[in-house]
C-alpha cells in the first residue's frame, strides 16, 4: 500500500536557520513525490516535484530511493514560509488513474 | 482565468440531513479530485474523475458518499445523513489529466462542513 509519513506535526525555527522536513514514503513501483504548502488563509499549491529537480524560494527536495525519502530543505529560512507543507505521492502506476497520497502535514513556523 | 471554485464555502448541517458540495474545475481539465481534510489526518482521497472513464471512487469512506460530474465539468459530491465524524474540509481539484509525468493539481479553497 502506497504510504507518506511526516514524523513532525510542528516545527519551529528562527530566521535564517537551515529547515528540514522530513518525509518518508513506502511504495512499491516508481515513485513521483512532490511538496505541497498551504500558506495561511490560501489555497494548497504544489511548491515543487522531484522530477523538475529545481529550487522554488529557495526549497529543494531531492528523492532518496534507498531511504525512501523526500526531505525538504531550505538553507536560510524566512518568516514568509511559515505554512503547512504537505508531501504527497502520486500512486498511478499501471492503473491509469492518478491520485495523490498525502502525508499528515508539518506546520512549519518561522519566528523573527 | 479562474482557479478552482467550490461552494458552499461553509455550510453547518444537522446530523443525518444531506448535503451537497459544489466544484468547477478550471475550464479544459479534464481530471478533478475530490479530497477530505479532516484535523490532524490530512488529506485524503476521496473520488477522482477523468474524462468521461469510470471514477476512482475507492477512497469514499461509505455509500453515504457519492458525487457526480455533469458534462465533464462541474462535480457535486453528496453525502447522505450526514455523521459528525464527516465534519471536515472538503477540497476539490483539477488537472489536465496527464500520466506521466503526473501533472500539477490546482486546489479550491474549500467547502468547510460542520455536522452538529
Known amino acids: 500500500a502506497q504510504r507518506v509519513t511526516q514524523p513532525e506535526k510542528l516545527l519551529s525555527v528562527f530566521k535564517g536557520a537551515p529547515v528540514e522536513l522530513k518525509c518518508n514514503y513506502s511504495y512499491s513501483g516508481s515513485p513521483e513525490l512532490f511538496w505541497y504548502v498551504q500558506y495561511s488563509r490560501q489555497r494548497l499549491q504544489l511548491l515543487l516535484r522531484h522530477i523538475s529537480r529545481e529550487s522554488i524560494k529557495g526549497f529543494t527536495a531531492d528523492l532518496n530511493k534507498g531511504e525512501t525519502s523526500f526531505h525538504l530543505k531550505k538553507p536560510f529560512a524566512q518568516e514568509e514560509d511559515s505554512a503547512m507543507y504537505y508531501c504527497a505521492l502520486s500512486a498511478s502506476a499501471n492503473t491509469g488513474f492518478q491520485k495523490l497520497v498525502f502525508g499528515t502535514g508539518t506546520r512549519l513556523l518561522v519566528s523573527p | 482565468g479562474a482557479g478552482v471554485s467550490q461552494s458552499p464555502s461553509n455550510k453547518v448541517t444537522e446530523k443525518g440531513k444531506d448535503v451537497e458540495l459544489r466544484c468547477d474545475p478550471i475550464?479544459?481539465?479534464?481530471?478533478l479530485y475530490w479530497y477530505r481534510q479532516s484535523l490532524g489526518q490530512g488529506l485524503e482521497f476521496l473520488i477522482y474523475f477523468q474524462g468521461n472513464s469510470a471514477p476512482d471512487k475507492s477512497g469514499l469512506p461509505s455509500d453515504r458518499f457519492s458525487a457526480e460530474r455533469t458534462g465533464g465539468s462541474v462535480s457535486t459530491l453528496t453525502i447522505q445523513r450526514t455523521q459528525q465524524e464527516d465534519s471536515a474540509v472538503y477540497l476539490c481539484a483539477s488537472s489536465f489529466g496527464l500520466i506521466r509525468p503526473t501533472d500539477t493539481q490546482y486546489f479550491g479553497p474549500g467547502t468547510r462542513l460542520t455536522v452538529l
Open positions: 475550464s479544459g481539465h479534464t481530471a
